[in-house]
Every structure is written in structure tokens, then in C-alpha cells.
């Protein structure tokens, strides 16, 4: 099983993990062929080209791990890029 693989599959699970780090996020969105766009402070962009899909967000911190509502916001547009 790939890197891309478990990642998605640690990012799918029901319910929602609250130990997703932006790193893991950044990783998997990569992987499934996103774009990553910094902007001014911690505001950065992936941006999927063939797919027309834009998710934008800003990096958590101090700490790096996702909060649970950004998970599950997320969830639907990488299902639609990653698994279709």
C-alpha cells in the first residue's frame, strides 16, 4: 500500500481523527495532484487544474494539527479528486 493510500485512507476515517497534521494534509493533496499556492501569512491554496477544484484554508498553528471541522470540510473535495 502507497504513502497516497494510507494517507487517504487515515483522512477518510469515520468519524473524523483529531491527529491529522497539515504536513499529512499538504502530502495527500499533492499526491492527487494539487497545486500548492502560499499566500501572505499562513493563508495557502491547493488548486486541482483538471478537476477545477480549489480548496483554500490557513495553516494551523501554533500547533500543526488539523482541527476536525477543517477535516471534514475537506473530506468531500478530496473524495472527488482522489478517488474519482
Known sequence: M???DKL???????PSRKDLT???LDTLLRSCGFE???????????????KDVLIN??????????????????RIKVLEVCNG
Do not use: W
Not at 500548492?36 to 483538471?50: D, L, M, N, T
Not at 484554508?57 to 475537506?74: A, E, G, R
Open 2 to 4: 502507497s504513502k497516497k
Open 22 to 24: 497539515f504536513k499529512e
Open 57 to 74: 484554508l490557513h495553516k494551523p498553528h501554533p500547533s500543526n494539527i488539523l482541527k476536525v471541522y477543517l477535516v471534514k470540510q475537506i
Open 8 to 14: 487517504l485512507i487515515k483522512f477518510l476515517e469515520l
Open 36 to 50: 500548492k499556492i502560499e499566500g501572505a501569512g499562513s493563508a495557502v491554496k491547493f488548486y486541482h487544474k483538471q
